[in-house]
Each structure stands twice: as C-alpha cells, then as structure tokens.
C-alpha cells in the first residue's frame, strides 16, 4: 500500500478512530527510533558505569589528605593502598568492558567514549 491510498484510507476513520491511529503511528516512530540495547550491551554499560562506593571513596579522599599532610599512620598507609588498588581494579574493568562495548558496536574506544560522553576523571 502506498503513502497515499494509506492516507485516502485515514482520512475515512472516525476522530476517535483517527486520534487513536496517530497515537499509535507516534509510539511505531518512538519505538523504531529508541536505541535497543541487548543483554551484553546493557551488561557492559552497567559495568562502565559503577562507581566506586560514596562511603569508601569518601575514606580514600581523607587519607589522601592526611598522606599529603604527612599524618598518615602506618595502619591508614595500609587501608590506603587496599583503597587505591580497589580503584584501579574498578578503573580498569571499566576501560575491559568500554573496550569490548567498542568492539561489539564496531567503533573505535575513542569514538565510543565520545558518544557515552565519558570524560576524563577529574583529581584533585
């Protein structure tokens, strides 16, 4: 059927017949537009996008602060570095699941971190 016998057609509906075609002619549009993710997509953006635990980051950032004021106890010095390698472990699976994202969009890393619009992490 072509565009115009489809519109001879709708022009033959009844108005509540008429709205209810185009609210369903609105949410096919939505619906074919709508990025559709699977599983292993879903997965993989779950993954890039954890984040280190508020109540735990919060503790690093103190210790931080007390290593540059040279306050630290060895016992802090201890639970900062545990802290610091939990972060590069998250840091670097994050980038693991960015990387194979990448791959199963075809695109490049940098393309890929362009579109999720990740930006770098700010210090300090």
Sequence with gaps: MSTKELLK??????PSEL????SDVIALKAQRQAPRLTISETN???KINQGFPPNRLKKWKQLV???DARKL???EHQ???RLTDQIEELQAN???S???LARVRKKTFDELIRELGIQPPRHG
Excluded: D, M, Y
């Design 9 to 14: 057609a709708v022009e033959q509906l009844k």
């Design 19 to 22: 709205q209810r075609f185009v």
């Design 44 to 46: 993989l953006l779950r």
């Design 65 to 67: 602060r007390k290593r």
């Design 73 to 75: 106890t060895s016992k």
């Design 79 to 81: 639970e900062l570095i």
């Design 94 to 96: 994050r980038v693991k």
């Design 98 to 100: 960015a990387v194979q």
